[in-house]
């Protein structure tokens, strides 16, 4: 109750010239949209049966599964591979499935693929004017009749789409039923297959050999994107089998544990090979000497048959060479291989040690190895990763070669445990691998700088990107990324996104703690980006919709400075209010340090959301007993990243005695 009632009309009166200039003002500015600031809720999917809110897989999640019985024969004359499958394809989804897609990648090196009108001939991606492609001799489903009955052949037809072949199946594939297929073919042997598969000379490492069956998922259907090269690959899990039939003088390294060596080793191999199976150092199963005293083979004439069988992988690879020299130690009953040639020894001596110590790392920080052993392989691939086989070249030096193995041993959590989608997403393997690699590059060889300082590297890398206006999104197709930028787009720059959230924003307990949920969450899954952010900030205890913004799906870049600061005396102490501000959309939390006459600092950080209600300026006031300041800088220890460092700091360090 008021104690001086006005009256109604007069209190009209006297507000009709405010309420005509709000109106006039309104009418001035544009009419008000929806939440455009950085801190906006991102938009996501919507949880469902298959997918939670919290970022895990729901209660009807589910995928199908590829099992394969492979077999392949090399000829090293026509450098060719015959290949011959039978494919159990296990439909879980709740869909009936009438065909189904194959991936057939080796016609990425047909003339006029798509491959050839995007990519250079010549560049790292490009066919270098090789035509190779599949013929296929057969494609039949084998089609179950009556009990006891040999299943009846039937012949498929197909339709070829570039680098995929969609299938229709002799019967429609009802939730729960198996097809079963059975296929031959052959392919030339590409010298540069992308940079993934390729030979040379006596060496083949084949990769993309055979037919595979595309991920057919809830969140895409069919997903039918072609292989160009650059992108890279989204499978299923299964089990395989393999024979793979070369020269009898050649050494094959796969896929899968070796389930037939008395026929392929000599007893003095299978000797050293127990040995190395409880030894931590490096056991030389075949060496240099033996392969040139022609020893190291139990015959040389002819063929023979190696047979690996893998569990719950996503693919099966191998490589062949009459020339490899083998290493072996042994981790928990987990081998470490090398696979070299005596022109790579010095520094390839070092490689089965340097596959221990990855696995090691990686296994002990975040998930354990599951798989019986890691092969390193060397050869013409400057790098690659399949399941337990990690391709390299011969490298500069240890240093550059255990950056190249442990990154490519890196990817059997990414994406080999962990199965996201390589063609749509790049970032989520490539990226988080390359954080991963930090750790481990600074534990194997910590005179070259530890975890921070590699991530410092990284750090200024991508600041010097942003400085310079030419980095691009992170969350974007691979194949539209510019190859130049690859590696900052794909890799860098969502390391250094996961390490700033580690050091700055969740902690390292909140965020190694989400990181390893994530992990054994989608162990042997398919996780979108999503998926990933619900379960960081599902486990890690905070929102994060800014940071997922700036980082992945924008382009955010980051500016923020010292704009004023007022200081007045009062008695003993001094009154300071400093405005902070932010240039540039990006947010980050706010890292100042305060220096005093004495010589003495004091450090202030404010999380990133302090920018959520006024995303240019923050306004603090100080008090300080008995100090003079003499100085404000904004992030001295170099921890986040500025484009304009220049505005960063007040004030000069005038110190007294």
């Known amino acids: 109750m008021s104690t001086h009632p006005v009256p109604f009309f007069a209190l009209v009166l006297a507000l009709v010239p405010y309420v005509a200039a709000a109106q006039a003002a309104s009418a001035a500015r544009p009419r008000a949209v929806s939440d455009t600031s950085v801190f906006a809720p991102l938009v996501l999917p919507t949880p469902n049966e298959y997918r939670g809110g919290g970022g895990a897989p729901g209660p009807k999640y589910w995928q199908n599964r590829a099992d394969y019985t492979l077999a392949a024969t090399l000829d090293t004359a026509g450098k060719t591979v015959k290949g011959e499958l039978t494919l159990r394809y296990t439909n879980r989804s709740p869909d009936t499935l009438r065909f189904m897609w194959l991936q057939v990648e080796q016609n990425a090196f047909r003339s006029q693929s798509l491959n050839s009108y995007i990519f250079p001939e010549e560049s790292r991606f490009g066919a270098r004017g090789f035509e190779g492609g599949y013929t296929f001799s057969r494609l039949d489903q084998l089609v179950a009749s009556a009990k006891g009955v040999a299943p009846k052949r039937r012949p498929l037809t197909r339709r070829l789409n570039e680098t995929m072949m969609k299938v229709d199946f002799a019967e429609p594939l009802a939730p729960g039923r198996t097809a079963v297929l059975d296929m031959a073919w052959t392919f030339p042997v590409p010298e540069h297959g992308a940079d993934r598969m390729g030979r040379d000379g006596a060496l083949y490492e084949i990769a993309q050999w055979f037919p595979r069956a595309a991920v057919y998922d809830d969140v895409r259907g069919w997903n039918i994107e072609p292989y160009l090269g650059q992108g890279e690959f989204y499978l299923d899990y299964g089990d395989y089998a393999l024979a793979i039939t070369v020269p009898a003088g050649y050494i094959v390294a796969a896929t899968g544990a070796l389930q037939n060596p008395r026929d392929v080793l000599t007893p003095t191999q299978i000797a050293r090979h127990a040995i190395a199976a409880t030894s931590d150092t490096v056991v030389r199963l075949i060496t240099a000497d033996e392969l040139a005293k022609g020893t190291a083979r139990a015959r040389t004439s002819g063929m023979m048959t190696w047979r690996f069988n893998a569990k719950n992988v996503r693919d099966a690879v191998w490589a062949a060479s009459p020339e490899f020299q083998w290493d072996a130690s042994s981790w928990k009953g987990i081998m470490a291989y090398a696979y070299y040639r005596p022109s790579a020894a010095v520094n390839w001596h070092d490689a089965a040690d340097q596959s221990r110590l990855s696995i090691i790392e990686y296994s002990e920080r975040w998930f354990q190895y599951p798989w019986p052993h890691i092969s390193a392989v060397e050869g013409p691939i400057s790098g690659m990763e399949y399941p337990m086989i990690a391709m390299e070249n011969i490298s500069n030096d240890i240093y550059d070669l255990y950056n190249v193995v442990t990154h490519e041993i890196g990817h059997m959590w990414f994406p080999m445990i962990v199965g996201s989608n390589e063609r749509s997403y790049m970032w989520q393997d490539e990226g988080f691998n390359t954080f991963i690699n930090t750790f481990s590059e600074g534990r194997r060889y910590p005179e070259r700088g530890d975890q921070l300082a590699r991530a410092a590297e990284e750090r200024r890398m991508v600041e010097q990107y942003m400085i310079r206006g030419v980095d691009e999104p992170v969350d974007i197709n691979p194949d539209r990324i510019s190859p130049a930028l690859l590696g900052?787009?794909?890799?860098?720059?969502?390391?250094?996104?996961?390490?700033?959230?580690?050091?700055?924003?969740?902690?390292?307990?909140?965020?190694?703690?989400?990181?390893?949920?994530?992990?054994?969450?989608?162990?042997?899954?398919?996780?979108?980006?999503?998926?990933?952010?619900?379960?960081?900030?599902?486990?890690?205890?905070?929102?994060?919709?800014?940071?997922?913004?700036?980082?992945?799906?924008?382009?955010?870049?980051?500016?923020?400075?010292?704009?004023?600061?007022?200081?007045?005396?009062?008695?003993?102490?001094?009154?300071?209010?400093?405005?902070?501000?932010?240039?540039?959309?990006?947010?980050?939390?706010?890292?100042?340090?305060?220096?005093?006459?004495?010589?003495?600092?004091?450090?202030?950080?404010?999380?990133?959301?302090?920018?959520?209600?006024?995303?240019?300026?923050?306004?603090?006031?100080?008090?300080?007993?008995?100090?003079?300041?003499?100085?404000?800088?904004?992030?001295?220890?170099?921890?986040?990243?500025?484009?304009?460092?220049?505005?960063?700091?007040?004030?000069?360090?005038?110190?007294?005695?």
């Open 488 to 657: 900052e787009a794909a890799y860098v720059k969502p390391s250094v996104g996961l390490q700033l959230l580690r050091e700055e924003i969740l902690g390292p307990q909140a965020f190694d703690d989400a990181f390893r949920t994530y992990i054994a969450r989608w162990a042997y899954k398919h996780p979108t980006p999503a998926d990933f952010f619900r379960t960081m900030e599902d486990v890690g205890g905070r929102r994060l919709d800014w940071f997922w913004r700036q980082w992945f799906v924008e382009n955010a870049r980051f500016d923020q400075s010292v704009d004023s600061v007022v200081t007045r005396r009062k008695g003993d102490t001094t009154f300071v209010s400093v405005l902070y501000g932010n240039r540039e959309r990006g947010v980050l939390p706010v890292r100042a340090r305060f220096t005093f006459s004495d010589g003495t600092t004091q450090e202030y950080v404010y999380p990133a959301e302090v920018w959520s209600t006024n995303s240019r300026q923050y306004a603090r006031d100080y008090a300080f007993v008995n100090k003079q300041l003499v100085q404000i800088e904004l992030d001295p220890e170099l921890r986040l990243l500025d484009v304009d460092r220049k505005n960063n700091g007040w004030g000069s360090k005038h110190l007294t005695p």
